[in-house]
């Protein structure tokens, strides 16, 4: 069975404090690796997709990475617009399902 | 460009009563599918399908039934609703056999059974 795990549950950074969220998986034959965001209210919003380790992808003050069991997103020089809970996925070789973890609850005081 | 539209927003139901989540995509996607989303239980897979006529179920598909007669709606329903379906409810959609496999989701439909 597919498992992806999330740590920690919820972050509190001071505004500028970079910090790192972790995303273990263990999914059959790996097709992508995503990262979401979601905001309170509303629905995810894609951010990022890995596919093979050592990948990488930045978006603004986001840097997501892939090993062969772990992914990281970092947070670089945070902003109180970047609170939000992240979410990791991982899509199996089986099908177009996603499997997601709890999430991590990031919020950044200014 | 509308993405993936759910209706409705909020609905509240009593125990045995029926009702539909809709949900439309304008993207031509074939792949859509169900989530539900409770406090400490992250996105829970209900039932997807990969394109019209083709259903199949998630992990946690009692209780839920869906139908998908055309390539832009995929509508969820609830024969007779308990309260342990009290949950915020996304629906998804993606293209298949393209790169970059990201879902495009839904505002959500929160509901709430009484």
């Known amino acids: 069975e597919d498992q992806v795990t999330q740590s920690p549950e919820a972050l509190r950074l001071q505004e500028g404090e970079s910090s790192s969220l972790n995303c273990s998986y263990t999914?059959?034959?790996?097709?992508?690796l995503f990262w979401y965001r979601q905001d309170p209210g509303k629905g995810p919003e894609f951010l990022f997709t890995l596919y093979s380790a050592g990948e990488e992808k930045e978006k603004e003050r986001l840097k997501a990475t892939l090993t062969k069991k772990e992914s990281f997103l970092h947070i670089t020089a945070p902003k109180p617009e970047d609170s939000a809970t992240y979410l990791c996925?991982?899509?199996?070789?089986?099908?177009?399902?996603?499997?997601f973890g709890g999430g991590t609850r990031v919020l950044v005081k200014p | 460009n509308a993405g993936v539209t759910q209706t409705p927003k909020f609905q509240v139901l009593k125990t045995g009563q029926s009702m539909t989540l809709q949900c439309a995509q304008d993207?031509?996607?074939?792949?859509m599918s169900w989530y539900r989303q409770d406090p400490g239980m992250g996105l829970r897979l209900i039932h997807y399908s990969v394109g019209a006529g083709i259903t199949d179920q998630g992990e946690v598909p009692n209780g839920y039934n869906v139908s998908r007669s055309t390539t832009e709606d995929f509508p969820l329903r609830l024969l007779s609703a308990a309260p342990s379906q009290t949950s915020v409810y996304f629906c998804?959609?993606?293209?298949?056999?393209?790169?970059?496999?990201?879902?495009?989701f839904g505002s959500g439909t929160r509901l709430t059974v009484v």
């Open positions: 999914v059959s034959g790996l097709r992508g």
């Open positions: 996925a991982g899509l199996s070789a089986a099908g177009n399902k996603l499997t």
């Open positions: 998804a959609s993606s293209q298949i056999g393209t790169g970059d496999y990201g879902y495009t």
């Open positions: 993207m031509n996607h074939e792949y």
